[in-house]
């Protein structure tokens, strides 16, 4: 499964980024989506998880109420829809596909995307 990340940027503090990822070369509803990030000098974590019809969710405690995560099977994407930018929200954006566990953790995912870099400046 290859996942290809897009829509990050730099945006202004309390603005709004919508992250996509697209999958090709396997059967999207078969896997768990999640976005996880990285920043500077910091492990990676666990940001929102989607299970594979859409329903059941998980979010990091940061960003419940900000970040909503969802999916189209029909165009095997996952999305993040992020508002309320905060400048800790900076770091790279990796896409994960999980088709065995749930919930998702950083340790045990299947398939890694490149990632996508999100500023926001204060």
């Known amino acids: 499964v290859q996942l290809q990340a897009s829509g990050g940027g730099l945006v202004q503090a309390g603005g709004s980024l919508r992250l996509s990822c697209a999958a090709s070369?396997?059967?999207?509803?078969?896997?768990?989506m999640g976005w996880f990030r990285q920043a500077p000098g910091k492990e990676r974590e666990l940001v929102a998880a989607?299970?594979?019809?859409?329903?059941?969710?998980q979010y990091a405690t940061s960003v419940k109420g900000r970040f909503t995560i969802s999916r189209d099977n029909a165009k095997n994407t996952v999305y993040l829809q992020m508002n309320s930018l905060k400048p800790e929200d900076t770091a790279v954006y990796y896409c994960?596909?999980?088709?065995?566990?749930?919930?998702?953790?950083?340790?045990?995912?299947?398939?890694w995307g490149k990632g996508t870099l999100v500023t926001v400046s204060s």
């Open positions: 994960a596909a999980e088709r065995s566990r749930w919930p998702l953790v950083t340790r045990a995912i299947d398939y």
């Open positions: 070369g396997g059967t999207f509803s078969n896997y768990a």
């Open positions: 989607i299970t594979r019809s859409g329903g059941p969710t």
